[in-house]
Nanobody, 115 residues
Framework: QVQLVESGGGLVQAGGSLRLSCAAS????????MGWYRQAPGKQREFVAR???????NLADSVKGRFSISRDNGKNSVYLQMNSLKPEDTAVYYC?????????WGQGTQVTVSS
């Protein structure tokens, strides 16, 4: 089992920045992909960003140029730096980890961007 704990969410004005953190614990050996998804009220959960164990990153088109993802393998953590935030970025942000055929989710952290 893998446990994921997110932190860093909050309320910010449009144009501001936040940094989300996700710490993994448990059976973390061979976690390949870590990433972030988000779910706004009344919408489906959507992909935001991911990073592989060798550092390859992918970001959703909606956040390219504003968000970046990084990973600290020594700390078993992944980070999402969010700049130039927009009200449409408001959502619960979930950390995700993929280990073999299994996917794991954190409990989510709320990000609210006011206009």
């Amino acid at each position: 089992q893998v446990q994921l704990v997110e932190s860093g969410g909050g309320l910010v004005q449009a144009g501001g920045s936040l940094r989300l953190s996700c710490a993994a614990s448990g059976t973390i050996f061979s976690i390949n992909i870590m990433g972030w998804y988000r779910q706004a009220p009344g919408k489906q959960r959507e992909f935001v960003a991911r990073i592989t164990s060798d550092g390859t990153t992918n970001l959703a088109d909606s956040v390219k140029g504003r968000f970046s993802i990084s990973r600290d393998n020594g700390k078993n953590s992944v980070y999402l730096q969010m700049n130039s935030l927009k009200p449409e970025d408001t959502a619960v942000y979930y950390c995700n980890a993929v280990r073999g055929p299994m996917g794991y989710w954190g409990q989510g952290t709320q990000v609210t961007v006011s206009s």
